[in-house]
DNA sequence: CTGTATCCCCGAAGATACTG
DNA sequence: CAGTATCTTCGGGGATACAG
């Protein structure tokens, strides 16, 4: 790994780097793990998705909604905006009439794209069985 | 990545390796992409505790009810069963009386801690902000 | 000890209508 | 164009009882 454990406290983590998890897990610690946080984000429904469709290319708005069949309006606001507090996506206005918005991988989102692909490394490998 | 595309068809992976997505994305497609299927499995409320559990070293059921605070009989049972399906974990029982089973990381299993150590260094890396 | 079977609840996600 | 507000629906997950 590449330095050491760092500060992350007694985390989910940990089992794959360091040390290990506590005799009994409490449930609010599991749920703090940033790792957890992590992929419990990747998991829902649209958001590796829409991950994936910005590391192409930035979108505007209603291009992601037509090219994601089947998301709601709803839905597709609220995973950008989980995605723009986690820093991973940036929301560029534009201020022409009417006014434009694109979304685009943050530095830190195409980063993610490295385990990401090593996840799916994983994934083809074990297509072998 | 190790091997060039094998044949994992238009999935949401080729994205981060490949040319791309297609212009429309057909919600049934994506829902069969196998990595967007690993993150799922590993974004529920379970899994991924379970799994760490496991790569610290075997368990049996009962030793994971008790250390797992808060998840209930029925949960464990299938997510344990779902993890078995996937070859990720394996389960052993043992003929005594009462019935010993127990449970532990497959090879595949313990293969997935690398790009989980790896999804796991983004987070940390990210805390710097 | 290691499960399976049922029932129930709540929150995530969809549908629809409206707005700057 | 890029959203917000409200209502509804659906299934993931909890509780409990029972079984090999």
Redesign the interface.
């Known amino acids: 790994?590449?330095d050491g454990n760092?500060d992350?406290p007694r985390h989910?983590?940990s089992?794959?780097?360091g040390p290990?998890?506590p005799?009994?897990?409490?449930?609010g610690e599991?749920e703090d793990c940033?790792?957890?946080q992590?992929?419990?984000?990747?998991?829902?429904k649209w958001t590796?998705?829409i991950v994936?469709?910005l590391?192409?290319r930035p979108h505007r708005y209603n291009e992601l909604r037509?090219?994601?069949?089947?998301i709601s309006q709803r839905m597709l606001t609220r995973t950008l905006r989980v995605l723009e507090e986690e820093?991973i996506v940036t929301r560029t206005v534009f201020p022409t009439v009417p006014p434009g918005v694109e979304y685009g991988l943050s530095e830190?989102g195409r980063?993610?794209?490295?385990?990401?692909?090593?996840?799916?490394?994983?994934?083809?490998?074990?297509?072998a069985a």
Chains 1, 2 share one sequence.
């Open positions: 790994m590449s760092t992350v989910i983590v089992a794959a780097l290990g998890l005799a009994k897990v409490p449930a599991y940033p790792v957890t992590a992929v419990q984000m990747l998991g829902d590796l998705l994936m469709m590391a192409e037509r090219r994601v069949e089947g820093r830190r980063e993610l794209l490295v385990p990401l692909a090593g996840l799916a490394d994983w994934v083809i490998r074990g297509r």
